[in-house]
C-alpha cells in the first residue's frame, strides 16, 4: 500500500484526508513511543481509533502513516512515520530531508 500511490516527490498525495485506514489497537507503554504523542486525540480527517494511510490537513504538511487521529484539533498529521513538512502532502523540495542534525547545513 506504501508505495502504490503515485510519484510523491511531484505531486501531492491527498487533500485534508487520508487515502487509506485501519482500526488499531494499542498496548502496553504505547504513549511513551515517539509518533504516539496523539494516538488518543480525533479530529479532522480521522478518529484515534484508526492508523491513517497517506494522510494530508491543510496546507503545511502530511504523513505516509499517522497514528491516531489528525486535524486541526490534533496538531495535524506530524506525528507517525514518514512526515513531510513541504507545505503539502509531499516530499521533495530544498530542505534536507532525512539529513540528522549533525550532517545538515549551517544557517
Known amino acids: 500500500m506504501t508505495i502504490a ?14 487515502r487509506g485506514s485501519c482500526p488499531i489497537f494499542y498496548g502496553g507503554q504505547y504513549e511513551t513511543t515517539a509518533g504516539f504523542e496523539k494516538c488518543s486525540c480525533s479530529s479532522g480527517i480521522q478518529s484515534s481509533n484508526y492508523t ?23 496538531a495535524r498529521p506530524d506525528h507517525g512515520i514518514g512526515i513531510t513538512e513541504a507545505n503539502a502532502a509531499k516530499f521533495g523540495g530544498s ?12 544557517k
Not at 7 to 16: H, I
Not at 52 to 74: K, Q, R, Y
Open 95 to 106: 530542505l534536507p530531508y532525512c539529513t540528522p542534525p549533525e550532517l545538515a547545513p549551517e
Open 5 to 18: 500511490y503515485q510519484n510523491t516527490k511531484v505531486a501531492v498525495w491527498v487533500n485534508d484526508q487520508c
Open 52 to 74: 491513517g494511510f497517506w494522510c494530508d490537513w491543510d496546507d503545511g504538511d502530511g504523513a505516509v502513516m499517522i497514528i491516531g487521529g489528525g486535524g486541526s484539533g490534533c
